[in-house]
């Protein structure tokens, strides 16, 4: 990480994806105007699926800049009773183009109904000049 990067902030951007049981979720995101770079990635389930921890609940792939780069594909995990959180999102590091699109896929595996919210940490033009 650059020390620009290390003295600017997080520009936390949020992307719902409402899950309604097994299926496809389409992503088409338009980020706003001044993002102009992602350094890393969170996610979360809104509400507690089960008592139990599930293998694979689903599948996330995202891509940015008009579908030019694939730099998520993960497969997901639930876990019931964790207690540890994680405090520092997965490393991304792609520069954006201006009002790009963010798109992609989230594949559920679990018969649920939930609410999985994808977390962008970005940079804005300003901050990173």
Known sequence: MTPQKENSRRK???????????????????MPANVASC??????????LADRDFRRVGELSMEVNARKVHPVHLMLDYLA?????????????????????IGGFYRDYSNMNYTLN???????????Q
């Open 118 to 128: 994808i977390y962008l940490a970005c940079r804005t033009k300003a901050e990173i």
């Open 39 to 48: 350094d890393g990635i969170m996610l979360s389930v809104v509400q507690k």
């Open 81 to 101: 009773n964790s207690l540890e959180t994680k405090k520092e999102p997965l490393s991304l590091d792609e520069s954006l183009q201006q009002c790009s699109h």
């Open 12 to 30: 936390w951007i949020i992307i719902p994806v409402q899950v309604g049981g097994k299926g496809m979720y389409d992503i088409d995101f338009k």
